[in-house]
């Protein structure tokens, strides 16, 4: 439990200290729409990957070379669980300091996309009425933070589900023996 919080604050530390540094040089500059989501989630994978090498250190170290599948992918979920925990936090002051309304922009990207398909004025306007609600309910701190959770949640499943399908093959990067 000890090796899952110290692992998950280093991972969220090093998910969320980036984005409130570019919020914080930036400011109003702050890239938005699809080069910050690529920014963002790039981030979280690069670092949910370096925590592969927890389960690898807990299968080589405390389960002398073997670990199973479950054990793996429970460790994996709570790492990037508290990972999560201290993104929010992090994704909140990178909105306050960056002065962006993510739940504006959400809206304008779905009346874009409406008009880029084709769309008619009528569906157009209820793609906007549908953006607007999104963004009132989006200003709400307390609906807000529960969807910023699970954006790191879309890339902490499949990044936990492979090095917990790997590492339980002794084979794949086995412990170096001792010289």
Avoid: W
């Amino acid at each position: 439990m000890r090796r899952i919080l110290d692992d998950g604050v280093i991972a969220g530390l090093i998910v969320g200290i980036p984005a409130i540094l570019l919020a914080v040089a930036l400011g109003d500059a702050y890239p938005s729409g699809a080069p910050g989501m690529v920014i963002g989630y790039t981030t979280m994978l690069a670092v949910l990957s370096i925590i592969f090498h927890a389960i690898k250190r807990r299968r080589d170290v405390v389960n002398g070379g073997v670990i199973k599948f479950l054990p793996a992918f429970l460790m994996r979920l709570g790492i990037s669980a508290v990972a999560g925990v201290l993104y929010v936090p992090a994704r909140e002051a990178t909105r306050a300091i960056s002065s962006m309304d993510f739940g504006r922009m959400y809206a304008e990207h779905l009346v874009e996309a409406a008009r880029a398909c084709g769309a008619g004025e009528a569906e157009i306007a209820a793609e906007l009425a549908k953006a607007q609600d999104f963004a009132k309910m989006y200003a709400n701190p307390l609906l807000r933070m529960p969807i910023t959770f699970t954006q790191i949640l879309l890339v902490r499943i499949p990044v936990s589900l492979t090095p917990a399908l790997l590492l339980r093959n002794s084979r794949i990067r086995p412990a170096r023996a001792a010289a």
